[in-house]
Protein backbone atom coordinates (compact mmCIF):
# COMPACT_ATOMS: atom_id res chain seq x y z
CA UNK A 1 0.00 0.00 0.00
CA UNK A 2 1.54 3.45 -0.94
CA UNK A 3 -0.01 7.25 -0.68
CA UNK A 4 -0.58 9.57 -3.23
CA UNK A 5 -1.76 13.77 -2.47
CA UNK A 6 -2.90 16.05 -4.64
CA UNK A 7 -2.49 19.84 -3.50
CA UNK A 8 -2.66 23.56 -4.35
CA UNK A 9 -0.42 24.23 -7.58
CA UNK A 10 -0.85 20.79 -8.44
CA UNK A 11 -4.45 20.49 -8.25
CA UNK A 12 -4.41 23.47 -10.88
CA UNK A 13 -1.81 22.44 -13.09
CA UNK A 14 -4.02 18.74 -13.49
CA UNK A 15 -7.14 20.51 -13.72
CA UNK A 16 -8.64 19.39 -11.03
CA UNK A 17 -12.41 20.90 -9.09
CA UNK A 18 -10.32 20.07 -5.57
CA UNK A 19 -7.60 17.97 -3.68
CA UNK A 20 -6.95 14.70 -1.81
CA UNK A 21 -5.22 11.93 -0.67
CA UNK A 22 -6.10 8.18 -1.75
CA UNK A 23 -4.40 5.32 -1.14
CA UNK A 24 -3.23 2.97 -3.77
CA UNK A 25 -2.73 -1.11 -3.74
CA UNK A 26 0.20 -2.48 -5.87
CA UNK A 27 0.40 -6.06 -6.25
CA UNK A 28 1.46 -8.28 -9.22
CA UNK A 29 -1.41 -9.81 -11.75
CA UNK A 30 -0.44 -12.90 -10.92
CA UNK A 31 -1.73 -12.01 -7.15
CA UNK A 32 -5.19 -11.90 -8.82
CA UNK A 33 -7.66 -15.09 -9.28
CA UNK A 34 -7.80 -16.02 -12.83
CA UNK A 35 -11.15 -16.79 -11.50
CA UNK A 36 -11.94 -12.28 -11.98
CA UNK A 37 -11.03 -12.39 -15.26
CA UNK A 38 -12.54 -15.31 -16.40
CA UNK A 39 -15.94 -13.22 -14.95
CA UNK A 40 -14.78 -10.19 -16.50
CA UNK A 41 -14.77 -11.22 -19.93
CA UNK A 42 -18.16 -13.02 -19.67
CA UNK A 43 -19.24 -9.64 -18.18
CA UNK A 44 -20.46 -11.69 -15.00
CA UNK A 45 -21.52 -10.31 -11.39
CA UNK A 46 -18.20 -10.51 -9.75
CA UNK A 47 -16.58 -9.35 -6.89
CA UNK A 48 -12.99 -9.17 -5.43
CA UNK A 49 -12.42 -9.30 -1.63
CA UNK A 50 -8.91 -8.56 -1.25
CA UNK A 51 -7.44 -9.16 2.95
CA UNK A 52 -5.42 -6.39 3.46
CA UNK A 53 -2.87 -6.01 6.32
CA UNK A 54 -3.52 -9.63 7.23
CA UNK A 55 -0.42 -11.18 9.96
CA UNK A 56 2.39 -12.48 7.72
CA UNK A 57 0.62 -13.45 4.11
CA UNK A 58 0.37 -9.74 3.07
CA UNK A 59 -2.93 -8.69 0.80
CA UNK A 60 -4.80 -12.23 0.14
CA UNK A 61 -7.66 -11.91 -2.95
CA UNK A 62 -10.77 -14.30 -3.26
CA UNK A 63 -13.44 -14.16 -5.85
CA UNK A 64 -17.00 -13.95 -5.47
CA UNK A 65 -19.63 -14.22 -7.83
CA UNK A 66 -23.16 -14.44 -8.23
CA UNK A 67 -23.31 -18.31 -7.94
CA UNK A 68 -20.42 -19.01 -5.58
CA UNK A 69 -17.61 -18.05 -3.51
CA UNK A 70 -16.23 -17.28 0.16
CA UNK A 71 -14.55 -14.62 1.06
CA UNK A 72 -12.30 -13.74 4.11
CA UNK A 73 -15.56 -12.58 6.43
CA UNK A 74 -19.01 -12.94 6.42
CA UNK A 75 -19.25 -9.12 6.41
CA UNK A 76 -17.49 -8.66 3.57
CA UNK A 77 -19.26 -11.59 1.85
CA UNK A 78 -22.74 -9.81 2.75
CA UNK A 79 -21.81 -6.25 1.65
CA UNK A 80 -20.14 -7.82 -1.71
CA UNK A 81 -23.20 -8.99 -2.56
CA UNK A 82 -25.42 -6.47 -1.63
CA UNK A 83 -23.41 -4.10 -4.01
CA UNK A 84 -24.22 -6.12 -6.92
CA UNK A 85 -27.56 -6.85 -6.42
CA UNK A 86 -27.55 -2.79 -7.22
CA UNK A 87 -25.48 -3.38 -9.71
CA UNK A 88 -23.04 -0.81 -8.19
CA UNK A 89 -19.40 -0.79 -9.10
CA UNK A 90 -17.40 0.17 -7.13
CA UNK A 91 -15.09 0.02 -4.24
CA UNK A 92 -14.84 0.32 -0.53
CA UNK A 93 -13.24 -0.63 2.72
CA UNK A 94 -15.14 -2.86 5.39
CA UNK A 95 -12.84 -4.12 8.63
CA UNK A 96 -11.77 -7.46 9.81
CA UNK A 97 -10.44 -9.20 12.46
CA UNK A 98 -7.10 -9.69 11.12
CA UNK A 99 -6.91 -6.35 9.20
CA UNK A 100 -9.12 -4.48 6.48
CA UNK A 101 -11.04 -6.14 3.56
CA UNK A 102 -11.14 -4.19 0.25
CA UNK A 103 -14.19 -5.00 -1.71
CA UNK A 104 -14.08 -4.23 -5.54
CA UNK A 105 -17.71 -4.67 -7.03
CA UNK A 106 -17.74 -5.12 -10.79
CA UNK A 107 -21.80 -6.12 -11.66
CA UNK A 108 -22.66 -7.48 -15.18
CA UNK A 109 -23.74 -4.37 -17.21
CA UNK A 110 -27.79 -3.58 -16.99
CA UNK A 111 -29.15 -5.34 -20.45
CA UNK A 112 -32.25 -3.21 -21.74
CA UNK A 113 -34.53 -6.02 -23.38
CA UNK A 114 -37.15 -3.69 -25.45
CA UNK A 115 -39.91 -6.17 -26.27
CA UNK A 116 -41.57 -3.89 -29.49
CA UNK A 117 -40.16 -1.76 -31.86
CA UNK A 118 -40.75 1.86 -33.45
CA UNK A 119 -39.12 5.59 -32.32
CA UNK A 120 -39.27 4.48 -28.62
CA UNK A 121 -37.39 1.50 -29.24
CA UNK A 122 -34.92 3.44 -30.93
CA UNK A 123 -34.77 6.22 -28.51
CA UNK A 124 -34.71 3.93 -26.00
CA UNK A 125 -31.36 2.02 -27.37
CA UNK A 126 -30.02 5.52 -27.65
CA UNK A 127 -30.36 6.65 -24.37
CA UNK A 128 -28.91 3.48 -23.03
CA UNK A 129 -26.22 3.45 -24.99
CA UNK A 130 -25.16 6.80 -23.27
CA UNK A 131 -25.39 5.50 -20.04
CA UNK A 132 -23.11 2.32 -21.18
CA UNK A 133 -25.56 -0.33 -20.90
CA UNK A 134 -26.26 -3.19 -23.40
CA UNK A 135 -29.82 -2.68 -25.36
CA UNK A 136 -31.58 -5.35 -27.21
CA UNK A 137 -34.99 -4.81 -29.56
CA UNK A 138 -37.32 -7.52 -30.55
CA UNK A 139 -40.99 -8.13 -31.73
CA UNK A 140 -40.07 -11.89 -31.17
CA UNK A 141 -41.60 -13.68 -28.41
CA UNK A 142 -38.88 -16.66 -28.41
CA UNK A 143 -36.00 -13.63 -28.75
CA UNK A 144 -37.45 -11.92 -26.08
CA UNK A 145 -37.82 -14.75 -23.38
CA UNK A 146 -34.49 -16.03 -24.68
CA UNK A 147 -32.75 -12.70 -23.88
CA UNK A 148 -34.26 -12.91 -20.36
CA UNK A 149 -33.67 -16.31 -19.56
CA UNK A 150 -29.98 -16.65 -20.74
CA UNK A 151 -29.27 -13.42 -18.02
CA UNK A 152 -31.35 -12.59 -15.46
CA UNK A 153 -29.77 -10.50 -13.19
CA UNK A 154 -28.73 -7.97 -15.93
CA UNK A 155 -31.93 -7.98 -18.07
CA UNK A 156 -34.27 -5.19 -17.31
CA UNK A 157 -37.65 -5.57 -19.59
CA UNK A 158 -39.36 -3.34 -21.04
CA UNK A 159 -42.84 -4.26 -22.90
CA UNK A 160 -43.61 -1.59 -25.53
CA UNK A 161 -45.30 -4.12 -27.72
CA UNK A 162 -49.61 -4.33 -26.76
CA UNK A 163 -49.76 -7.83 -29.17
CA UNK A 164 -51.40 -10.31 -26.48
CA UNK A 165 -49.36 -12.91 -28.19
CA UNK A 166 -46.51 -11.31 -26.86
CA UNK A 167 -46.71 -8.97 -24.17
CA UNK A 168 -48.30 -11.58 -21.47
CA UNK A 169 -45.87 -14.07 -22.01
CA UNK A 170 -42.92 -11.62 -21.87
CA UNK A 171 -44.01 -10.79 -18.62
CA UNK A 172 -44.83 -14.03 -17.25
CA UNK A 173 -41.21 -15.25 -18.13
CA UNK A 174 -39.58 -11.47 -16.94
CA UNK A 175 -41.85 -11.83 -13.64
CA UNK A 176 -41.08 -15.67 -12.81
CA UNK A 177 -37.17 -15.35 -13.75
CA UNK A 178 -36.04 -12.94 -10.93
CA UNK A 179 -35.12 -9.91 -13.46
CA UNK A 180 -34.58 -7.08 -11.78
CA UNK A 181 -37.30 -4.47 -13.29
CA UNK A 182 -40.08 -4.81 -15.41
CA UNK A 183 -41.80 -2.55 -17.37
CA UNK A 184 -44.71 -2.41 -19.59
CA UNK A 185 -45.75 0.36 -21.53
CA UNK A 186 -49.88 0.82 -21.95
CA UNK A 187 -53.37 2.46 -21.46
CA UNK A 188 -55.15 1.15 -18.16
CA UNK A 189 -56.94 -1.13 -20.58
CA UNK A 190 -54.10 -2.98 -21.80
CA UNK A 191 -52.50 -3.49 -18.32
CA UNK A 192 -55.99 -4.58 -17.23
CA UNK A 193 -55.28 -6.85 -20.02
CA UNK A 194 -52.46 -8.36 -19.19
CA UNK A 195 -52.61 -8.21 -15.76
CA UNK A 196 -55.80 -10.58 -15.83
CA UNK A 197 -54.22 -12.79 -18.49
CA UNK A 198 -51.06 -13.34 -15.79
CA UNK A 199 -53.35 -14.25 -13.23
CA UNK A 200 -55.07 -16.46 -16.02
CA UNK A 201 -51.59 -18.05 -16.36
CA UNK A 202 -51.52 -18.79 -12.51
CA UNK A 203 -49.30 -15.84 -11.56
CA UNK A 204 -50.78 -13.78 -8.20
CA UNK A 205 -51.24 -10.52 -7.43
CA UNK A 206 -48.50 -10.04 -5.26
CA UNK A 207 -45.78 -10.56 -8.03
CA UNK A 208 -48.21 -8.83 -10.65
CA UNK A 209 -47.06 -5.88 -8.54
CA UNK A 210 -43.62 -5.59 -9.13
CA UNK A 211 -44.34 -4.55 -13.06
CA UNK A 212 -44.19 -0.44 -13.48
CA UNK A 213 -46.84 0.55 -15.38
CA UNK A 214 -47.77 3.39 -16.47
CA UNK A 215 -43.93 2.81 -17.29
CA UNK A 216 -41.10 5.39 -16.54
CA UNK A 217 -40.86 8.16 -13.41
CA UNK A 218 -42.96 10.99 -13.51
CA UNK A 219 -40.53 13.74 -14.67
CA UNK A 220 -43.34 15.58 -16.87
CA UNK A 221 -42.34 13.54 -19.90
CA UNK A 222 -44.53 14.78 -23.27
CA UNK A 223 -42.00 13.73 -26.67
CA UNK A 224 -41.14 10.36 -27.14
CA UNK A 225 -36.88 10.99 -26.19
CA UNK A 226 -38.38 12.31 -22.77
CA UNK A 227 -40.57 9.30 -22.19
CA UNK A 228 -37.01 7.30 -23.18
CA UNK A 229 -35.13 9.05 -20.46
CA UNK A 230 -38.25 8.50 -17.65
CA UNK A 231 -38.66 5.00 -18.30
CA UNK A 232 -33.91 4.62 -18.15
CA UNK A 233 -34.38 6.73 -14.91
CA UNK A 234 -36.72 4.40 -13.57
CA UNK A 235 -34.62 1.23 -14.40
CA UNK A 236 -32.04 2.86 -13.02
CA UNK A 237 -33.83 3.83 -9.64
CA UNK A 238 -35.08 -0.22 -9.41
CA UNK A 239 -31.44 -1.36 -9.94
CA UNK A 240 -30.50 0.88 -7.18
CA UNK A 241 -32.56 0.03 -5.09
CA UNK A 242 -34.62 3.05 -4.46
CA UNK A 243 -38.13 3.92 -3.93
Not at 42 to 50: N, P, Q, V
Not at 114 to 125: C, D, T
Not at 208 to 228: F, K, M
Request: hydrophobic share 50%.
Amino acid sequence: MCAVSVHDDEVRRARLTCGGQAEILLQPLSAVPARWWELLAEGADAALLTRLDAPRTGAVSTVLDAGAGTGPSDAAVEQARALMARHRAGRETLPADDGVVLIETCPAVPHLVIVGAGELAELLQAQARLLEWRATATEDLARARELIVSGPAAACVVVLSHEPDVDAPVLDTALTGGVPYVGALGSRHTQERRAAALLAAGLDEEVLRAVHGPIGLDLGARTPAETALAICAEVLTALAGKP
